[in-house]
């Protein structure tokens, strides 16, 4: 299925289509490429189906009260949804299923989606290629020897490859915009606090933030009216006012001055990549945008600043995992700690062990002062640069990724060339604003490289008519 949101309503509105039809056809196409695609852990087949054929006779009226009405939309699985099992990709899970759904899930369902099955990724989102899944790798539609990217490779490949028009990630340091460059699809990480993070499994709490994966800008911003606003669940969350994010999409950009920062097109930019995004700012200035200069100065110690804080909070978050209260528990263990150890041992994968021990290293006695308070220090001087900025620009223009999509196994055994290829989206998370990546063109192998446009702080409305405006031109 091909259809974009509007599309999808318009062939409701003739008559010409059901919620039942459309979900089948969608799940007989989810349930074929999966073998080779690997984008889902969970099918909700049964359930979707029932749910949509609820739905068919009054799905004319419902469309005209509920913005989602008899869309299919799947969510990552590190989101809960009561009663179906939630994984993370990992094993220490095991088959937990929650007694609650995610706030943001729950708001789908409200205005009316489907929800067809939960995608794969990265063990507790650390990642940026989906590999490190214990149900196997996630692969790109367009290639299907290349990763999707990652963490939320199996919500961009679900999305890339027809399937359904909407698809829920977690953006921990590009887990949405990353994958979306890569598969070809609109990523939009919204400001932190903008949707609540109630129901979502927590990496790095004062960074993950969940958004939408789509085939157009106008579905974006219509998923993203739908899951913000305030929740009581969630301290976090904002009581800033929502806009109306569709209305917003005039395309007119006349006079919008847009940022473009020289640190973030040097060293390590692959050529095909600079071409595409320098070809995407000059279609922005034939629309009307005025171009600028800003800097971000302190962007080189944004990789260093986040792998310190993420798998600082990332320790933290993950030491509730012992076996004792829920998912897997390691047997014949002759003592409560080895209980502990051995389960932890056997549940998490690699990347996860890895991230821990890093983030207890540098939260430990001696060593706090010297790396996590610095990097607390640093990240403050990030979110100055971006505030200097954007007294200049409305909006800033920088590539989502330093390379089109590469090979699974290419790096999975360097985990700091995989690290660094988070250099432009991780700032983004370390300072709150909000970014989208959206298509703007391919490489001379035919592999889809992605724009990334960040906003000011709450400035959502603006950030999405000038991706519009990009996406039209």
């Known amino acids: 299925m091909n259809s974009s949101i509007a599309e999808l309503h318009k062939l409701y509105a003739a008559g010409d289509a059901k919620p039942s039809g459309v979900c089948r056809e969608a799940l007989d196409r989810i349930e074929k490429d999966n073998e080779r695609l690997n984008a889902y852990i969970t099918i909700n087949r049964e359930s979707a189906l029932k749910m949509a054929a609820g739905m068919d006779a009054d799905i004319q009226a419902a469309i005209k009260q509920r913005p989602l009405a008899g869309v299919p939309v799947a969510i990552k699985d ?30 789908l369902e409200e205005a009316g989606a489907i929800i067809i099955g939960k995608t794969n990724l990265d063990e507790f989102a650390m990642g940026s290629s989906t590999e490190n899944s214990a149900f196997g ?24 490859a027809g399937h359904i028009p909407v698809a829920l990630g977690s953006d921990t340091g590009g887990s949405i915009r990353q994958p979306a460059s890569f598969c070809g699809v609109v990523g939009l990480k919204p400001t932190y606090g903008r949707v609540s993070r109630y129901g979502l499994v927590a990496f790095a709490s004062s960074l993950d933030q969940i958004g939408p994966l789509t085939t157009n800008v106008a579905d974006a911003a219509r998923a993203l009216q739908v899951i913000s606003g305030r929740d009581r669940h969630d301290s976090t969350s904002s009581n800033a006012p929502v806009p109306d994010y569709l209305g917003a999409l005039s395309g007119d950009i006349k006079g919008l001055r847009v940022g473009v920062p020289p640190e973030c097109f040097g060293e390590g930019l692959d050529p095909e990549v600079k071409e595409k995004v320098e070809a995407g700012i000059r279609k922005l200035a034939d629309r009307g945008a005025e171009i600028v200069e800003v800097h971000l100065p302190h962007t080189k110690y944004a990789i260093a600043v986040y792998y310190v804080i993420a798998t600082a909070e990332a320790s933290s978050n993950l030491a509730r995992y012992d076996g004792v209260r829920y998912g897997f528990r390691a047997e014949e263990s002759r003592t409560l700690s080895e209980m502990y150890r051995k389960t932890r041992d056997e549940g998490f994968g690699a990347e996860v062990k890895r991230r821990i021990m890093l983030g207890t290293f540098v939260l430990s006695s001696g060593y706090y002062d010297a790396y996590y308070e610095k990097a607390q220090r640093v990240r403050s001087m990030l979110a100055g640069d971006f505030a200097e900025a954007f007294k200049r620009c409305d909006v800033i223009v920088t590539p989502t990724a330093p390379t089109p999509a590469f090979k699974i196994g290419e790096k999975s055994n360097d985990p700091l060339a995989m690290y660094l290829g988070d250099i432009y989206t991780v700032t983004i998370n370390l300072t709150g604003v909000p970014a989208i990546s959206v298509p703007c063109g391919s490489s001379k192998a035919g592999l889809p490289i992605g724009l990334q446009l960040i906003g000011n702080h709450f400035d959502e409305a603006r950030l999405l008519n000038a991706a519009y405006a990009f996406e039209q031109s």
């Not at 899970?93 to 708001?107: E, I, M, N, Q, R």
């Not at 367009?142 to 990652?150: F, I, Q, S």
Request: aromatic share 4%.
């Open 137 to 160: 790798p996630a692969r790109n539609p367009v290639n299907a020897e290349l990763t999707p990217g990652g963490s939320s490779g199996g919500s961009a490949v679900t999305v890339a």
């Open 78 to 107: 590190n989101m809960c949804l009561a009663g179906v099992r939630t994984t993370c990709a990992s094993r220490v899970l095991g088959d937990y299923a929650p007694p609650y759904t995610a706030t943001a899930v729950k708001k």
